[in-house]
Structure formats: structure tokens, C-alpha cells
């Protein structure tokens, strides 16, 4: 397969302020185990933005806002860390990323993970849908059809929580693997504009 | 009173069996690992009609399996006659009012008390 950006992917944001990455060997312990690192490293994430805002004490956000960023990015962290186990490509020992980035306009959270080739086309065809239809009406629809067992719609609720109740923009990219060709990383991320955070002016 | 604990949660059921009360972080794997809630969410629909209340003031964090198996729960509850559903939730705890508003698309009657 060949190189795919789809969304807001990667658009031009002016200075880079400050970036943090965690990466995961996905052989180093099963799913389960891992699951419980999920939820530490996205409270982690969450923290640690907060921190950042804004680098200036003087101009220091009242507390609500910090604490409605701090669980935004505590919750997309934990979205896409859990869709990037879950979805990870297991049989190869490439890492599992999560990636978090602070600008003076917003905040992104990205994930990683290697996929097959057939994955790859799932996943994108996916992707196409959620882009070409109202997130809003597509979320109503996926949780009335979650309610008949459809186990599939689990991992684009996630990501249609983060686009409608976040305000999240999504965007993906899809790489061949440099050492691995049946291979394709595939990173998912969701850019918060600070301005729809009350309180909040970096 | 039926009680599930996890490492992050605790959930209860009480008041007549009419009452669920949810605290912590509920972060599970997926809808395999939320059905024992679910079952016990289910339990109150059953016997005579009367108010449910689910309280998720002090449940921190909830993930998107969480809110599945919310919706699932919902879903259920609108088709019985007479159903009287709340849930009472927290300002200060900003999933609430995003995630809870998705259920009222899926049952109007439902009541949010936000405190």
C-alpha cells in the first residue's frame, strides 16, 4: 500500500513549544497487562500538559481550565493508547507510540502502531466514513447499533467521542514500514484547539 | 446490597435495589469486562416501575466501552412503560456534561441533574 495522510493531519502550526513521547514494546507483556499502563500513562499526559499552561505564571489559567484540558488529553491519551493495543500488529516488535505536543494554539495527541496491509485498507475505509458523514449522527447511530452487540463499532466510538464531545480534530497517516514491507504504521491524532477551552489563553 | 470493586471503581446498588452509585476511574477493556455492571444496572429495571437513579458524581473518569455499555443500559430502560431514569452527575467532573448528553439523544425522558 502506498503513503496516505487523511484528515487534519500534521497542518502547519507555527513554533513548537514542547513534545513528549512514551513508546511501548508490545512483546514486553500481554494486552491485560499492558491495559492498566494504559490508564497511567494517559493520567500521566494529562498532567503533565497542564504544567505547560500557560509557560508564563503571570498569565496562569483559572483552574477550571486547566483541569477541562487536563481530562481532555487524560481521555484522548486513553482512546487512542487502547485502540493502538488493541489494534496493534503483534507478531512484529515495532513500538506502540503515544506523542504529545504543545503550541501557543493548541495541543496534540497522537498515537502509533503497525498494522497489516489488510488492516490498513480496513482502517482507512473506516476512516473515510467517519470523515464523509456528521460525527454527531454517526455517534447516535453507533451507540444505537452498539446496543445489538455489534463489537466492531467499539473502536470509532472512541474516536467520534473525541471529534464530537472534545472538539478534537482527527487526522491519520499510514506509512510503509521501512524494515518490515507487509507492514504499515499507522498514527492517529487528535489536534485540541485551545481556544475551545474556557479560561484558557496561552 | 450487590457491590463490584475493581483496582479504580467501586459500584453499588442500593436503596430497594433501585439505586446504583459509581465511584473512581472505569477504564475497562471492553463490553466482555463491562457486563457484570451492565447485568447490574440491568437488575434494576426488573420488578414494579419506580425512579432509577444512577449516580455518577464521583466517577471520575469513564472510557468509551463505558459509555457503550451506559448506552446499552439506556437503550434497554427507554422501552419499558412508565420508566423514570436519572442520573445525577457533576459539574466539576467535565465528562458528565459531554458524554451524558449523548443518552438523552437516545432516550429524551432521560434526566441529567447536573450538581
Not at chain 1, 487526522?171 to 514491507?181: S, V
Not at chain 2, 446498588?13 to 433501585?18: I, R
Request: aromatic share 8%; hydrophobic share 40%.
Amino acid at each position: 500500500m502506498t503513503n496516505r495522510i487523511l484528515g487534519y493531519y500534521g497542518q502547519e502550526v507555527g513554533d513548537r513549544r514542547e513534545y513528549l513521547t512514551l513508546a511501548f514494546s508490545p512483546l514486553s507483556a500481554p494486552l491485560r497487562s499492558r491495559w492498566r499502563n494504559n490508564g497511567l500513562s494517559a493520567d500521566f499526559l494529562g498532567d503533565y500538559v497542564t504544567t505547560f499552561l500557560p509557560a508564563d505564571d503571570s498569565t496562569a489559567a483559572p483552574e477550571g481550565g486547566r483541569k477541562e484540558i487536563k481530562h481532555s488529553v487524560t481521555y484522548i491519551a486513553n482512546e487512542l493508547l487502547e485502540n493502538a493495543m488493541k489494534y496493534h500488529e503483534h507478531s512484529i516488535d515495532i513500538p506502540i507510540g503515544i506523542h504529545l505536543e504543545l503550541t501557543g494554539t493548541q495541543i496534540t495527541v497522537s498515537a502509533s502502531n503497525g498494522i497489516s496491509d489488510g488492516q490498513a485498507q480496513c482502517y482507512q475505509t473506516f476512516v473515510e466514513n467517519i470523515l464523509r458523514e456528521d460525527a454527531s449522527e454517526l455517534l447516535v447511530r453507533q451507540l444505537e447499533e452498539s446496543s445489538c452487540g455489534e463489537t466492531s463499532v467499539k473502536s470509532c466510538l472512541g474516536l467520534l467521542t473525541i471529534m464530537t464531545d472534545y472538539g478534537a480534530r482527527l487526522g491519520w497517516r499510514f506509512e510503509a514500514h521501512p524494515t518490515y514491507p507487509e507492514i504499515m504504521t499507522v498514527t492517529t491524532s487528535a489536534v485540541l484547539p485551545l481556544k475551545n477551552v474556557s479560561g484558557v489563553s496561552v | 446490597m450487590k457491590t463490584i470493586k475493581g483496582e479504580s471503581f467501586g459500584i453499588q446498588l442500593e436503596d430497594g435495589d433501585s439505586t446504583v452509585v459509581f465511584k473512581g476511574a472505569l477504564r475497562l477493556s471492553g463490553m466482555e469486562d463491562y457486563a457484570p455492571i451492565l447485568d447490574l444496572l440491568k437488575s434494576t429495571l426488573a420488578g414494579p416501575a419506580r425512579p432509577i437513579v444512577i449516580d455518577v458524581r464521583e466517577l471520575d473518569f469513564l472510557n468509551s466501552s463505558g459509555i457503550t455499555m451506559f448506552s446499552r443500559f439506556v437503550i434497554e430502560a427507554r422501552d419499558h412503560v412508565g420508566i423514570d431514569l436519572r442520573f445525577l452527575a457533576s459539574e466539576s467532573i467535565h465528562w458528565h456534561a459531554r458524554s451524558l448528553k449523548n443518552l438523552q439523544r437516545l432516550m429524551p425522558a432521560l434526566i441529567v441533574q447536573l450538581t
